[in-house]
Structure formats: structure tokens, C-alpha cells
């Protein structure tokens, strides 16, 4: 398998690791932003670059209905679509599909669903599921699972488990059949038709133009790692026997990594920090671990402290478009009244180009106005803490 | 007066200039992006600073009601409050009030208006708008017009055109007046509250921090220019001859330049060009000329060929939110299906960062998704298409 993971330190139960993909280095533990439409919503791809941003996460439940999976493959995947020549992960689809509570079906076989866009019907299993992320060419894709409800009976969360194990082996089995149809793999010719004045391609089917001004950058297109890595999930629901099975049925079939899913869906946070310890207990310490969808600058923190490597969330980034900004001395409404007239920084600890530049008084005024520049500069400065927490995270192993 | 424009070369009817503000010199001619609130929508200042943006314009109607002329006083005036530490000019607020039409009621003193936002009761007169214009601290403040509505019979232009003249004279006192009071003069101490560990000001009144980032730069602030200049506005209409006596007897009242108001209001683009042409040759020609509100990439090309120095337009930045696009090749509509796959470059021929690294696939895609990123680089693009243009026409004179 092609993804490679070094640890280089740990602390307590912390450790500090790198993770090495197609496309590039990720230290962890690492805190990934999600950019749903193949966009982090407001913040140009260069601007994430110098936020430090190792590791993007896509849905492919979005770029499934729109673009399209066969669009963003033969546009060379979805790294040369967005231009990010960094790494990517995918989540399975199945999150999302699970949400649409009116307008999807489970069945063994998988799950028929209706576009919030347009109602149109479409079904994903984990055939299906690994197959779009395979066309999407993420650095690291994940199983397709059921994100159990919350709260579950307890026969109702074996069930549930003992279905995502079925499709965490169906999961296996396609991307071991097909993974090397990923778009940037040396098995698959360039589908993607380039001006020659303008663009060439390199062997990873990324554009040289981009490489030539990311000089400097650490990202190293290796000709002998082309193929993606397929990450497994944890489920089992709050029931700390069943998420033992799962880790130790999940092992047997055998990942890249271990992802532990099916927390922050309602339970209290005090039930999801316990299902985390006692989940890693189970989990291989020589393979990357990824708590999805979690959380506030607070937990993210905590839970790196007990050996998460990976995480993602849409909160700083939801948030900003709120006008919730997280800052050194704790959260605040920008949207306050008390702000208009405030000529320091958002945060006077925080080196972003944000805080650097405009004032509380301008961050509040374009708020008030609804402007779209507010929903950019609050985003670039959320994600910074985001980073910068994890960087400090990290210093501190 | 502290406004110096220097002429250094002329071909034809055109010719390029300099014009030396308080805040930074600015090469014409120049085409000036709309900042109506504080903010040209959706582009980050130092991405202006990067296209080469070295005057932007500020809308005094919307900052007048939001956040307030009193507030960006108190905090600097604008240049300080948006961060924007090169040249602004300001329009009067005129051109927004009348266009109000079912909510203002004009008389010999001023326009009472209601609010577009609230409905709450304002009035501005030639010494509120000029007061307003010297609370926010523009470089180049415009004296307060009646913009006459077309079409227009010839006793209402000309009564039209002689209100604009004694408002025209009013301005001018009131300026005379007042000019000492600008947020960053130096009769005026700065009335800003700042953290000593963040920010310090220099005595311009800005923030030496952002100085420092901005090194190599060509802004200096120039400790013995330290006042706004006043540009006079000539109406008239669509007749010839009130265009003319409306241009000699602005240049009596004496202004530091001189604006074509009352065009782009819906007559036939050859009577606008009819108009600029006949309006220019009774302006004088050592001071800059500045047409208001135009126009296309071509018009901005061919009025500035006819000796027009300063010109400002929201449609590159109101197209670029709709999807459509100005390129080498011709303006697009970004949203059509044709582009889904395709690959190339906006525009081959342009240098932007947004041509520099997306596809048309993927702005296609992020506009057709709703993404705020669209308009983020729809507005980069065609900004810098309407600077490239200048630029191109100021290396060809």
C-alpha cells in the first residue's frame, strides 16, 4: 500500500507523526479543512496554501450530484480540477446520504437517495462508493459505512455495525480490483485534452505551470506512490463492546488507516470523548487514526492529546459565515454592536493576514452589511486558529 | 490646492499622467474600482494591492448610512478603516439619492431621502455631502450634483444644470472651510484609540504596521500634502451648448478637476460619446478629467484615447457576479454547459492568478454550485482585465 506513516514523537498518549501520499507531506496530527464543492467555501486555493493547509477533505456526495464523478475524472481528477496539488481525502458519500432522513432507502445492497438539488434518484453502495472516489482520485478515500443514529437500541447498533462491516469488505474488495484506475496513476492515461501554450503535464497528470509556482513547496510528485489508500471506520454506536468488535473485525480485513465514525450525532460530548478512548485502545498504533467530524478548538486539541491523528469539521468554517469567530481570548460574535467602533485586532495573538490588517470595527461593518468579503476574511482566520492550534498541538509532542 | 497631476506624454487626443495624492501616486489613465461599503465585493485588499489597484472609489450614500460618517471618522477615515493605504476618491452621494426616485424629494436646499435599508428620514445638501466627504478622508472628493435624468427637455436641463452650478459653489465654500478638518490632515489629531503592541500611527494616521508589509511599495505620505482636493461635476444633459456653459462656468468656480456627470443614464452610446467629446474640448487640459460611470472594456479604451484620465464603472465587478467575464476573446457567460469540460484557461492571453491556475471547467462548476468562490475569482479576473486594459493603454501613448 502506498500510503506511508511515520511517527516521530509521542507524549502521553499523543503522538506526532507525518503522513507521506501522492501528493505531498502531511504533518499530523492534522486538522483537515472540508471544501465540500471541491471549494472551501470563500478562500482561494492559494490562500489555503499559505494558511499551511496540508490535507483538504472533499464530499462525494456533493461532487457525486455536482459535477458529476465522470466529469471531474476525465478533467483529471479532482486534485488538477480544483488545482490543488496538495493531498485530499474523500469521505464515502455515505454521511450525507445518511442525513437525507426523507429522501433515502437502505437496503443490504446500499442506499437509494434523492438529490437535495433536483430529487433526482441515485443510489450508492460501496461498490458504487469506492468507484466514485477512485474517479475523484482523493489521496485517501474511506469505506462506505452506516453512520448508526443516536441514540440506537442495542440490537439496532449490532445490526447497523455488522452492516458496515459487510460493506467495509465489499469496500476492500472493489478498490483492491480497480484501484488502479485512480486518474493520476501510471496505469491510467490522461483523459484531458491541454493547450500546449498554456499547460503541460507532468507524469502525475498535474499541470507543470502549477508546480513551477508552488517552488519552495515540499510537494514531491513520487513515480513509484500512485495509488490512493483506502481507510476503514469504526462504528459500533455508543456501546464500548461493540466498538471493539469493529476495531478488531475492521483490522481483520485490513486498512491503510482506521477512521472512527458514527460520534457527533447528537450524544453528549462527555459519551463521545469516552467512545474515543476506548475505541483507540483498539486501533494500530502504526497505522493513522481519523475522528470524523470533530469539533471546537478545544477538542480538537483534546483529542490529538489522545492519539487522533486526523480530524475534520465543517464548524470553522460554518461558523465564519456566522460571524462566530474563535480567537485566543475565546469565541466571539463579530455581528455585536459592541465591535463597531473596536480598532484592534480580531486577535492580537494571531499572525494570519486577517488579524494582521483590518480591525474588529471593519470585520463587524462588513458583517453588518452582508458583505461577501466578511464570510472570506472570517473564514481565512477561523481556519488559522484551526491550524494554528494543531501546529501548536504538534510543537508541544 | 495638493492635488499635482503631471502630464508626461500625449498621442492623439490622449494622454498619460500622473496624479499625486496624499496617498500614493496613480497612474493614468486609470480606471477606479467601486468599493460602494467599504469593500470592492468579495476581494481581499491585498489582492487589490496586487492587481495594481491604486485608486479605488467609495460610495459616501452607503457609508453615510452605514456604518455612518461619524464612525469612520472617529476610527481614521477610511483609508485606515478598510486598510487601504493607497488613493480614494468619493462621489457626493448624488447619484445614488436621485436615483432613488420614490423615496428623496429634491429642493433648492438639498435631497431629503429615506433610507433604502430602513426607511429612516436623511438629507443631503452641497455642505452635508461635502461634510460627509471630509469625515470619510477620500483623496479626491466630488462636489454634490443633480444628475439630470434623460431625457430631459431643455428647460429642465438647463434649470437642472444651474442648480448643479450654485450646489457646485456651495460645495466649494464648504470645502474651503472645512478641508483642514480630513481624519488624517494635519490640524487634526487622531481621534483613534490603538494597542501600542499592535499598531502604532505614523502621522499620516496610518497604521505603521501595515507600512512596513507593504515595503517597496511607491505609497509615501507626504507630510506637506495633507488635504483632500475637490473635483467640480459638469451636467448639461444631452445639449451641446449647456455643456459648455455648464464646463466654463464650473472651471470659474474653480475646481482641482473636472467630472462628465449625467451620462450612462440610458441614451444611445453614440450620444454619450458625442457628449464626452464635445464636453472635453472646454475643459482645461492641466487638470484631470474624470468621465463618471463608463463603461465597457472597449468604451473605457476608447474615452481614455480621447484624453478622459479617470473613469469608473461597477461592471466588471457587477458582471463578474452574474458569471460574465471579460476576456481577450470576447466577454462569456461562464455558467453556459459548454464549459463544464473544458480545460483551459479563462482568458490564454491574460496574467491573473485566477487564469494563472483554474480552468474554465472549474469556474464553471463553482458558479454553477452557488460558491462564493465563484465571485471571488470572477471579480479578481475581470478587475484585472479592466486594469490590463489601462495598462495597455497608457504603454501605447
Known amino acids: 500500500m502506498?500510503?506511508?506513516?511515520?511517527?516521530?514523537?509521542?507524549?502521553?498518549?499523543?503522538?506526532?507523526?507525518?503522513?507521506k501520499t501522492p501528493h505531498g507531506s502531511v504533518e499530523t496530527p492534522v486538522f483537515m479543512p472540508v471544501g465540500t464543492q471541491a471549494t472551501v467555501k470563500g478562500v482561494p486555493q492559494d490562500v489555503l496554501e499559505e494558511l499551511g493547509v496540508e490535507i483538504l477533505l472533499g464530499n462525494t456526495y456533493h461532487l457525486f450530484l455536482r459535477p458529476g464523478i465522470e466529469q471531474v475524472r476525465k478533467l483529471g481528477g479532482l486534485h488538477r480540477f480544483m488545482s490543488w496539488p496538495r493531498a485530499i481525502l474523500t469521505d464515502s458519500g455515505g454521511f450525507q446520504v445518511f442525513s437525507l432522513s426523507d429522501l433515502r432507502k437502505v437496503t443490504e445492497e446500499g442506499v437509494m437517495f434523492r438529490s437535495h438539488l433536483d430529487g433526482s434518484s441515485h443510489f450508492l453502495g460501496p461498490e458504487q462508493a469506492i468507484e466514485a472516489q477512485i474517479g475523484l482520485g482523493a489521496d485517501i478515500i474511506m469505506a462506505f459505512d452506516e453512520c448508526t443514529e443516536y441514540p440506537a437500541d442495542p440490537l439496532r447498533a449490532r445490526a447497523s455495525m455488522e452492516m458496515t462491516l459487510r460493506w467495509a469488505g465489499r469496500s476492500r474488495r472493489y478498490f483492491e480490483e480497480h484501484k488502479g484506475e485512480v486518474p493520476w496513476g501510471s496505469r491510467q492515461p490522461s483523459a484531458v485534452s491541454h493547450q500546449e501554450n498554456t499547460r503541460s503535464l507532468d507524469s502525475a497528470g498535474f499541470s507543470l505551470s502549477l508546480k513551477s509556482r508552488s517552488a519552495g513547496d515540499d510537494i514531491s510528485f513520487k513515480k513509484e506512490a500512485k495509488t490512493q489508500a483506502l481507510f476503514g471506520i469504526i462504528q459500533g454506536g455508543m456501546d464500548h463492546a461493540l466498538r471493539k468488535e469493529s476495531a478488531e473485525r475492521t483490522i481483520e480485513i485490513g486498512f491503510d488507516g482506521y477512521a472512527i465514525g458514527g460520534l457527533s450525532v447528537g450524544e453528549p460530548r462527555n459519551l463521545t470523548r469516552?467512545?474515543?478512548?476506548?475505541?483507540?485502545?483498539?486501533?494500530p498504533k502504526e497505522k493513522p487514526r481519523y475522528l470524523m467530524g470533530v469539533g471546537t478548538p478545544e477538542e480538537i486539541e483534546g483529542y490529538a492529546r489522545l492519539g487522533i491523528d486526523m480530524m475534520d469539521c465543517v464548524l470553522p468554517t460554518r461558523a465564519a459565515r456566522h460571524g462566530l469567530l474563535y480567537t485566543s481570548e475565546g469565541k466571539i460574535s463579530i455581528k455585536q454592536a459592541r465591535f463597531a467602533g473596536d480598532e484592534g485586532p480580531l486577535d492580537?495573538?494571531?499572525?494570519?493576514?486577517?488579524?494582521?490588517?483590518?480591525?474588529?470595527?471593519?470585520?463587524?461593518?462588513?458583517?453588518?452589511?452582508?458583505?461577501?468579503?466578511?464570510?472570506?476574511?472570517?473564514?481565512?482566520?477561523?481556519?488559522?486558529?484551526?491550524?494554528?492550534?494543531?501546529?501548536?498541538?504538534?510543537h508541544s509532542i
Open 2 to 19: 502506498t500510503l506511508q506513516f511515520e511517527i516521530a514523537a509521542a507524549k502521553g498518549r499523543g503522538r506526532r507523526g507525518c503522513l
Open 274 to 283: 469516552e467512545i474515543v478512548e476506548s475505541t483507540l485502545e483498539h486501533l
Open 348 to 394: 492580537p495573538n494571531c499572525p494570519c493576514r486577517v488579524c494582521r490588517r483590518y480591525s474588529r470595527a471593519y470585520l463587524r461593518h462588513i458583517y453588518a452589511a452582508n458583505e461577501v468579503l466578511a464570510q472570506v476574511l472570517n473564514t481565512i482566520h477561523n481556519l488559522s486558529f484551526y491550524l494554528d492550534t494543531m501546529r501548536r498541538v504538534r
